[in-house]
Protein backbone atom coordinates (compact mmCIF):
# COMPACT_ATOMS: atom_id res chain seq x y z
CA UNK A 1 0.00 0.00 0.00
CA UNK A 2 0.82 3.58 -1.19
CA UNK A 3 0.99 6.32 1.73
CA UNK A 4 0.60 9.53 1.09
CA UNK A 5 3.31 10.99 0.75
CA UNK A 6 4.20 9.12 -1.57
CA UNK A 7 1.12 10.28 -4.19
CA UNK A 8 1.68 12.69 -6.86
CA UNK A 9 -1.89 13.39 -5.03
CA UNK A 10 0.74 15.00 -2.01
CA UNK A 11 1.72 18.21 -4.06
CA UNK A 12 -1.90 19.64 -3.39
CA UNK A 13 -1.68 19.24 0.68
CA UNK A 14 -2.74 22.15 3.07
CA UNK A 15 -1.16 21.14 5.81
CA UNK A 16 -0.01 17.86 7.55
CA UNK A 17 -0.89 17.25 11.36
CA UNK A 18 1.31 14.55 13.49
CA UNK A 19 -0.53 12.56 16.96
CA UNK A 20 1.15 10.19 18.75
CA UNK A 21 -1.80 7.77 17.35
CA UNK A 22 -0.89 8.62 13.27
CA UNK A 23 -0.83 11.36 10.84
CA UNK A 24 -3.60 13.37 9.59
CA UNK A 25 -3.20 15.07 5.80
CA UNK A 26 -5.99 18.23 4.98
CA UNK A 27 -6.57 18.98 1.68
CA UNK A 28 -9.29 20.80 -0.18
CA UNK A 29 -12.27 19.34 1.73
CA UNK A 30 -10.85 15.89 2.39
CA UNK A 31 -8.87 14.41 5.11
CA UNK A 32 -6.70 11.31 4.65
CA UNK A 33 -4.85 9.32 7.99
CA UNK A 34 -2.81 7.09 8.15
CA UNK A 35 -2.83 5.55 12.08
CA UNK A 36 -0.34 4.18 13.52
CA UNK A 37 0.39 0.02 13.92
CA UNK A 38 -1.85 -1.33 16.58
CA UNK A 39 -3.84 1.77 17.84
CA UNK A 40 -7.15 1.56 19.57
CA UNK A 41 -8.64 4.60 17.73
CA UNK A 42 -11.52 6.00 19.72
CA UNK A 43 -13.73 9.21 19.97
CA UNK A 44 -11.33 11.07 21.78
CA UNK A 45 -8.21 10.72 19.04
CA UNK A 46 -11.07 11.59 16.01
CA UNK A 47 -12.29 14.94 18.20
CA UNK A 48 -8.48 16.12 17.82
CA UNK A 49 -8.89 15.04 14.08
CA UNK A 50 -11.87 16.90 13.68
CA UNK A 51 -10.83 19.60 15.15
CA UNK A 52 -8.20 19.94 13.52
CA UNK A 53 -10.12 20.11 10.10
CA UNK A 54 -12.56 22.79 11.16
CA UNK A 55 -9.65 24.73 12.07
CA UNK A 56 -7.86 23.81 8.19
CA UNK A 57 -10.58 23.78 6.12
CA UNK A 58 -13.56 25.40 7.75
CA UNK A 59 -16.67 24.75 9.32
CA UNK A 60 -18.84 26.12 6.21
CA UNK A 61 -17.39 23.39 3.85
CA UNK A 62 -18.46 20.15 3.37
CA UNK A 63 -15.42 17.06 4.37
CA UNK A 64 -14.51 13.91 3.31
CA UNK A 65 -12.06 11.43 5.27
CA UNK A 66 -10.71 8.55 4.27
CA UNK A 67 -8.41 6.17 6.23
CA UNK A 68 -5.02 5.48 4.44
CA UNK A 69 -4.99 2.22 6.09
CA UNK A 70 -1.29 0.80 5.94
CA UNK A 71 -0.95 -0.23 9.29
CA UNK A 72 -3.01 -2.28 11.00
CA UNK A 73 -5.00 -1.12 13.47
CA UNK A 74 -8.76 -1.40 15.21
CA UNK A 75 -11.65 1.02 15.97
CA UNK A 76 -13.67 1.51 18.98
CA UNK A 77 -16.75 -0.11 18.10
CA UNK A 78 -19.22 2.37 20.52
CA UNK A 79 -16.96 5.23 19.27
Given amino acids: MQRVKETAFFKNIWEIREY???VFY???N???SEINEGVL???EMA???VDAAYEIIGRENPIAYISNRVNSY???PTD
Avoid: D, Y
Fill in 20 to 22: EFG
Fill in 26 to 28: FFE
Fill in 74 to 76: SVV
Fill in 30 to 32: LVI
Fill in 41 to 43: FGW
Fill in 47 to 49: TKA
